[in-house]
Antibody, heavy 118, light 108 residues
């Protein structure tokens, strides 16, 4: 069974750094891209960017370029989403999901809730 | 970046009725690389339709998708109680994937 298992909920203060993870199993991790999707409280889905774990090539939405970093460690089948300095506006649920070029996103991880509050 | 606009924002219907959800793109979606997702409260989105009209594995045939170019439609032929949720369209035909803002399907 293909699964994406994300790390647990986080509570952070503004200005702190954070890295959340997404571990793939049940498939060849380097054969599919991983995208990250943000969902702010009560709002819709926003595609943030994606990584090709085979070569770590990344592609970001202009809205998120420079604000987050997407990376992957193919040796442990894990992708990451990282912030160097969190803001209150980063409070959201973050989903990772698998896909390839010209393919829809499927499946999705269970989501990681990030809360940023002083 | 392709902007997707979904309408209506909220759709109020009763079980057994037919639901028609619209997704309009700001420019043509390449090769109908358009998907629909369903999201229920507290859950991750679930893929329903891809390639504008192909049902994903395990999706009931009351769900159907149609359209091409800039205009796409998700139709639910006869609403079941479990179909009341939020629906999103997504285009994946460019290097910048984008989602519509969602349509909430609520019980009337």
């Amino acid at each position: 069974e293909v699964q994406l298992v994300q790390s647990g909920a986080e509570v952070k203060k503004p200005g702190e750094s954070l890295r959340i993870s997404c571990k793939g199993s049940g498939y060849s991790f380097t054969s599919y891209w991983i995208s990250w999707v943000r969902q702010m409280p009560g709002k819709g889905l926003e595609w943030m960017g994606r990584i090709d774990p085979s070569d770590s090539y990344t592609n970001y939405s202009p809205s998120f370029q420079g604000h987050v970093t997407i990376s992957a460690d193919k040796s442990i089948s894990t992708a990451y989403l990282q912030w160097s300095s969190l803001k209150a506006s980063d409070t959201a649920m973050y989903y990772c999901a698998r896909h390839n070029e010209w393919e829809p996103i499927d499946p999705w991880g269970q989501g990681t809730l990030v809360t940023v509050s002083s | 970046e392709i902007v997707l606009t979904q309408s209506p924002g909220t759709l109020s219907l009763s079980p057994g009725e037919r639901a028609t959800l619209s997704c309009r793109a700001s420019q043509s979606v390449s090769s109908s690389y358009l998907a629909w997702y369903q999201q229920k409260p507290g859950q991750a989105p679930r893929l329903l339709i891809y390639g504008a009209s192909s049902r994903a594995t395990g999706i009931p045939d009351r769900f159907s998708g149609s359209g091409s170019g800039t205009d796409f439609t998700l139709t639910i032929s006869r609403l079941e109680p479990e179909d009341f949720a939020v629906y999103y369209c997504q285009q994946y035909g460019s290097s910048q994937n984008t989602f519509g803002q969602g349509t909430k399907l609520e019980i009337k």
